[in-house]
Structures are given as C-alpha cells and as structure tokens.
C-alpha cells in the first residue's frame, strides 16, 4: 500500500531550511515540500525557484495551504512560539527548529496549542534521531562506566563563524550561545539522567549587545549530586568542539562531533589502559534526514516521540535557569 504524501510548507527563507528539509524530503518517500512563505513573499519566489520549491507566498499562505500538513518553523526564538500557534490553530502539525522557543513559558504555549489542537508539536533536535546518538545513549545508560562521577560537555563553535550581524549575537532576536549550542547539552542531559539542578551559570557578554552570552559555564547537578558541567562558546579556537566527557568509576567515556553526529562522529570508552568501546558514526547518515523520516512516521502511526513539544519544555525551562543564574534575563 502506498503511503499518504505528508505536505510540507516552510516558514521563512532561512537556510537552515535547505539543509533540515528540502534536502532530506528530495530522497524520502512519502514526504514533499509543498510551499515556502516569508514575510517578504519576493524572497519566498527567489527561494522557492532556487529550492525546486512549487509554491510561494507569505506565512498566511503556507498556514491556509490545503496540500500542507507540517509546517518547518526555522524563524528566530521570539517569534517561533506565535507562529507555531498559528499553525497548529490552523490544524496543522509543526515542527520548530530549536531551541523550541524562547524561554519556558511560550515553549508551554506551543505544547499547549498542539493538545488543544489535536495535532502534533516537535522540536528539532536532529542529532537525536541519529544511530550514532542512540548509541550514545545506549552506552550512557548500560552501566558500562559504573557509578558516575562527572560529566562535561564543551560545545564550543569556532570563534570565526558567529560573525556580526549573524542574528544569533542579537538579543532582540534569542541570541546567545546557551541558546544555540547549550540547549543541546541540556537535551542531551535530560535524555540521559533526568532533570538537572542548575547550581551556578557565569558569561561573557557580547560587548554589542550585552544580553547576548558569547560564551556560558554553567554548572548543574545530577541526580546523587553528580556534577554536570556544560560549556557553550561562540569564541572557541580554531578547531571548535563538540565533545563530551562523563567520568564513572569503573570508566570513562569521550564522544566527538555530538551536534552533528555526521561530521566524523567517535566514541570512545576506556577503562585504565583498556580501550572498553571504539566506535565511529556511519558514514553517510544524516541526522536531518533521520529527523523527517522519523517525524514522518511518527505524524502517519501517532507514536510517541523524543522530539515532542511537551518534552522539550523541560529543556527551556533549564536553559532560563541557567540564563538566571548567570545574573541574565531569559529571552
């Protein structure tokens, strides 16, 4: 039996649309994109010609589309939550890039709308949906590390990439380093161990636009007390990183690229001079079309997913304690 095609409209012309959904909808069955709107529906024509996109116009377009029954949501944090909102009033399902949204309360709203609804919210942290990840997670809950003592995450992008202008240096807009790389770290976390306690936070504001963390430390406590530790950077050296450490007392763990498990992904578990677990990420998946493959499913069976709105909440919600303790307001 063949599939229903799930219709796929695009709010804005950001880039990150080419990569998170066209790209993946071109080689998955069942899947098509429909329609791109902006708020500047001359932009949308441009994308959509560029894109291969059939249809263009502005948001009210993509939203009143009787072929779209998923709209991406890549616009910035404070704006997303209205968006979604609209969406989802308007029956369709959403997908928002990440971070869900700005803060906790309007992630709520978004959680809220999809119940009242009826129809289905997700976030879009890809990596999770990746093999790679999953077996990370595998490995991070098997026991293999014995009692845990630490964990550290350094997420640090490389210091030439966040140029000015880039509207994640714009606090109007959620900027923030905590905002775009952190929150994964706490999704991650959330994930692996449950909720975390958030101890202390200290930043290094943007010198443009003092709102905006350039880079956060941030510290927060496991279940038993066990020490998280996450560091968020936009001022990282010349290579960047994207690891993270978790010491046990029977072993230690590393894992590279997390974010994007695609670009040369490792895990490595050690045990005193004994080299426990050595594993690479396969070669040609791809996080972002796992994610649509995955929502996809999801949307046509109405199981459960990792990327559910209501999941995600908790992880704003960690995300503006951190900004509080780091004497900041969340955005």
Known sequence: MTERLIGIGILGAAGIAERAIVEPARVLE????IAIGARDPARARTAAARLGVPESGDYEMVLNHPDVDLVYIPLPSTVQADWAVRALQAGKHVLCEKPLSANGTTATQIAEAADAAGRRAFVGFHYRLHGFTRRLLEVLTSGVLGDLQRVEFDFSIPHFVVKPGNIRLDGDLGGGSFMDVGCYAVDLTRAAWGEPRVVSAEAVLSADDPRVDLQMDAELKLARGIPARIRSSFIGDDQGSMSLRVVGTAAQLEATSVIVPQWGAELRVTASDRVVIEERAV?????????LEHVAAVLRVG??????????????????EVYRAAGLQPR
Not at 283 to 291: F, K, M, P, V
């Open 283 to 291: 070669d040609g998946e791809n996080s972002y079309a796992r994610q």
């Open 303 to 320: 199981s459960p997913s990792p990327l559910d709105a209501a999941l995600g909440v908790g992880t704003m919600r960690v995300v503006d």
């Open 30 to 33: 069942g899947v098509r994109v």
